[in-house]
T-cell receptor, first 114, second 117 residues
């Protein structure tokens, strides 16, 4: 069975600084997707970034980028130039290419200090 | 502005009452998911549908929970009778799956916060 682990329950960053959130996963499959979702206090689950396992290039979306290490089964999220609006719970998630089920980590609560 | 719409946003009910949560998926999406979020268990899949047919409801307690899609624009999750341990946030999400196995991301609604007292 696939599992997703986020070892940092809480993280804190100064506004305008850079922070990295960690995620590791376990799977025997070779074709899958990885995601980072953001959940602000409004409860809305917002997709931040997506990575296909067959792509070696790390995904980037504006200030958000990932470091995908397939052999190590590691998928970290880097937030550059942190803003107050980045404060939220961040979830790492895994999905097999063929199965639709998202498997989530336990989340990392990010606070941004002004 | 395409979005997944869930109603109600918040629900407080007494133990033993029936609860119905509704979801309107994004128009054109053919997969619908129900997830439950609790502090203890995190986010877990309860059920998912493709083209209105249930494909996986193994995460759902069968004795009291039921999920249906009466039509392509409405998904429902019912709990009867409700219990305090059902208190959680229930998310609906939708996506598009093609015959080749390609899937879009799952887009989530804002969730229904259920409190059973």
């Amino acid at each position: 069975a696939q599992t997703v682990t986020q070892s940092q329950p809480e993280m804190s960053v100064q506004e305008a600084e850079t922070v990295t959130l960690s995620c590791t996963y376990d799977t025997s499959e070779s074709d899958y997707y990885l995601f980072w979702y953001k959940q602000p206090p409004s409860r809305q689950m917002i997709l931040v970034i997506r990575q296909e396992a067959y792509k070696q290039q790390n995904a980037t979306e504006n200030r958000f980028s990932v470091n995908f290490q397939k052999a190590a089964k590691s998928f970290s999220l880097k937030i550059s130039d942190s803003q107050l609006g980045d404060a939220a719970m961040y979830f790492c998630a895994y999905r097999s290419r063929l199965r639709r089920k998202l498997i989530f980590g336990q989340g990392t609560e990010l606070s941004v200090k002004p | 502005d395409a979005r997944v719409t869930q109603t109600p946003r918040d629900k407080v009910t007494e133990m033993g009452q029936e609860v119905t949560m509704r979801c309107q998926p994004i128009l054109g999406h053919n997969t619908v998911f129900w997830y439950r979020q609790t502090m203890m268990q995190g986010l877990e899949l309860l059920a998912y549908f493709r083209n209105r047919a249930p494909l996986d409801d193994s995460g759902m307690p069968k004795d009291r929970f039921s999920a249906e899609m009466p039509d392509a624009t409405l998904a429902t999750l019912k709990i009867q009778p409700s219990e305090p341990r059902d208190s959680a946030v229930y998310f609906c999400a939708s996506g598009l799956a093609t015959g080749t196995g390609t899937n879009t991301e799952a887009f989530f609604g804002q969730g229904t916060r259920l409190t059973v007292v």
